[in-house]
C-alpha cells in the first residue's frame, strides 16, 4: 500500500469544458435562499477566501441550497464557485493500492489532454456554422481522433459522481452485487475486493485498452464492458449546434452523458424485428452464457436508452444516438415502443456521416468498394459464419472488418460528420433534460437563455418531474431587469 497523498480535488468534468462555459461578464454577487420569503437575497463573499489570482469563473446555481452565484469581471474578490472547484470530488481516484496513488488521474489527464484537442476541432466548425451559413457543414476528423472522443465521452459517463458514490457504497441490487462478486474472484487479483476497487480497475482498463479491444477484456466487469460497446457499435454521433447566439445550452453535475429512455425488461424477444434478434438470442437462455459475461437472468430489468447528450459548450452538444432512432428504422421503433415512449427528441436532426474515407486499402478492397461488395470489402473470409459463432459465444456486437482489419483499429480512415442546427424551441428541450434532472447544481452562461429555458421547461408536458425553479427565475429576471436599466 502507498503512503498517503496530499488531498486533492479532482473533477469528473474536466476544467477545459468547464471554460467553454466560464463567463466574467456579470458582477459578482451571491444570492443565498433565506428560508422564509421564498426570494433569493443577496450574500457578500468572506475576505477569507480572497485569492492573490482568478481562475476563470462560472455562473452556478446550487440546486439543493438554491443559492445562485454570477461570475465576476472585476478580479478582486474570488468565493469559491470558481472552475477549480466544482464538479468533482476531493480524491476521488487515488488508488491506494497502486505504488503511485496518482497513476488514474495522470491517465486522465492524458485523455483529456487529447480530447480537448478534438473538442475544439468540433466547437471551433460549430462557431463557424453559425457564423457563416444556415446550411449543413460539416467538421472532418480521422478515426483516431474519433476513438479518442468515443473513449472520452464514455469515461465521462463512467467517472460521474452518481456512478462513483455507487461503486464507492456497494450500492448495487442483488443480482448486480451477485455478478460483482463473481467478477472479482475471476478477474482481480485482490479476491476480497470491494465496489470501489473494482470501479477503479475498470477505469484503468478503459484508459490502457485500445477501443476496439475494451468489450472483450474481462478485467472490466461484464455490465460495463457490454454498455461501452453499446455505444460502440450501436450508437451513432451526432453533433447538435445552436442556430443563433440568443439561445445556449446549459450543463449541471449529471449532465455529462445524461440519457433520455426507459426502464425495461433485459430477457424479452418476442415480436423482435429478425434483423435484432440474431443478436439478442444467445443471451436469452442463461445456460448459453457463462457467470463472467452474463448480462442479466430472466426477469432482471435494465435501462433501455435513446440517446445521450454530452453538453461541450454553450453553442454545441455531442450526441450519442440509438442506431434505430438515428437511422429511422420503423420495425426496430415499434418494437422498442411497446415498452416505453418514444424519445422525446424523435424529431430532431440525425444527418447521416458522408462515405467515409478509407486510406490504405489493399487494390482488392478497392476494387469491392467499387463495385459495392461488402463481403470482400471485409478481407476475412467466412465472415457470416464467423459473426454466429461470435455471437453463440455471447458476444452480442460482433466487430466489423474492413480489408482484414477490425475497422475501428483503422485510425487513418476519415469521416465527415455534419453538424446540425437546432430551432429554439429545439434548444430548449435539450435544457429541459438537464432542468429535469440535476441533482446539485446548473451552469450557464447566458442568463437570458436559462430564463427562456426555465419557462420553457414549466410549461413542457414532455417532463414528468416538475422540478420548483421559481426562486431560480426570479432572481434572473431581477438580474435582466437591472440589465435593461
Known amino acids: 500500500m502507498s503512503s498517503p497523498t496530499k488531498p486533492q480535488y479532482q473533477h469528473y468534468v474536466p476544467r ?44 452556478i446555481y446550487y440546486v439543493k441550497e438554491r443559492k445562485l452565484v454570477l461570475a465576476s469581471e472585476l478580479g478582486k474578490r474570488q468565493y469559491k464557485e470558481s472552475i477549480n472547484r466544482n464538479y468533482g470530488i476531493m480524491d ?32 471551433n466548425a460549430g462557431r463557424e456554422t453559425v457564423s457563416r451559413s444556415k446550411h449543413l457543414l460539416t467538421v472532418n476528423m480521422e478515426r483516431r481522433q474519433l476513438n479518442i472522443l468515443r473513449k472520452f465521452l464514455f469515461t465521462m459517463t463512467y467517472r460521474n459522481s452518481h456512478r462513483a458514490s455507487q461503486f464507492c457504497e456497494d450500492n448495487f441490487d442483488p443480482p448486480t452485487q451477485r455478478d460483482i462478486n463473481i467478477h472479482v474472484l475471476q478477474n482481480m487479483t ?29 478485467k472490466i466487469f461484464v455490465h460495463d464492458r457490454f454498455e461501452y460497446g453499446t455505444e460502440l457499435r450501436k450508437r451513432r454521433l451526432i453533433f447538435w449546434q445552436i442556430s443563433d447566439h440568443q439561445n445556449e445550452f446549459i450543463m449541471c453535475d449529471t449532465g455529462f452523458g445524461f440519457f433520455d429512455g426507459f426502464a425495461m425488461p433485459m430477457s424479452i424477444s418476442a415480436g423482435m424485428p429478425a434483423h435484432m434478434l440474431g ?3 444467445p443471451h436469452m437462455d442463461p445456460s448459453n452464457l457463462d457467470p463472467s459475461s452474463r448480462l442479466s437472468s430472466a426477469g432482471d ?76 470489402l471485409c478481407g476475412v473470409p467466412n465472415m457470416l459464419e464467423q459473426r454466429r459463432q461470435r455471437i453463440e459465444n455471447g458476444e452480442i456486437f460482433p466487430p466489423t472488418y474492413i480489408d482484414g482489419k477490425v475497422m475501428e483499429s483503422r485510425e487513418d480512415d476519415v469521416f465527415h460528420f455534419p453538424i446540425a442546427q437546432l430551432t429554439t424551441k429545439q434548444v430548449q ?12 447544481s446548473l451552469t450557464f452562461r447566458s442568463p437570458e437563455s436559462l430564463y427562456r429555458s ?32
Open 16 to 59: 477545459f469544458i468547464l471554460r467553454y462555459f466560464g463567463t466574467d461578464v456579470q458582477p459578482y454577487r451571491v444570492f443565498q435562499s433565506d428560508g422564509h420569503s421564498g426570494y433569493l437575497s443577496v450574500v457578500e463573499p468572506s475576505s477569507a477566501i480572497r485569492k492573490r489570482s482568478q481562475p476563470q469563473r462560472i455562473n
Open 454 to 485: 426555465i419557462r420553457a421547461y414549466e410549461k413542457e408536458p414532455l417532463w414528468c418531474n416538475g422540478r420548483d425553479y421559481k426562486e431560480l427565475k426570479r432572481s434572473l429576471r431581477t438580474i435582466l431587469q437591472e440589465k435593461r436599466a
Open 190 to 218: 485482490n479476491k476480497q475486493a470491494k465496489g470501489r476497487e473494482v470501479w477503479l480497475q475498470n477505469i484503468q482498463e478503459f484508459l490502457d485498452t485500445p477501443v476496439w479491444e475494451i468489450p472483450y477484456n474481462r
Open 279 to 281: 443478436f439478442l438470442k
Open 92 to 123: 476521488m481516484y487515488v488508488d491506494r493500492n497502486h505504488p503511485d496513488p496518482n497513476h488514474i488521474e495522470k491517465k486522465f489527464s492524458e485523455l483529456e489532454s487529447s480530447a480537448a484537442k478534438v473538442v475544439q476541432l468540433v466547437v
Open 429 to 440: 428541450l435539450v435544457n429541459g433534460l438537464f432542468l429535469e434532472n440535476a441533482k446539485d
Open 301 to 376: 430489468g435494465g435501462v433501455f436508452i435513446w440517446l445521450r447528450v454530452f453538453p461541450v459548450s454553450p453553442h454545441l452538444v455531442l450526441v450519442l444516438v440509438n442506431g434505430s432512432l438515428a437511422n429511422n428504422d420503423q420495425p426496430a421503433l415499434e418494437y422498442f415502443q411497446r415498452f416505453g415512449p418514444p424519445s422525446r427528441f424523435h424529431d430532431f436532426p440525425f444527418p447521416k456521416v458522408m462515405p467515409t474515407e478509407y486510406r490504405g486499402l489493399s487494390r482488392k478492397a478497392q476494387d469491392a468498394l467499387k463495385r459495392g461488395d461488402l463481403n470482400t
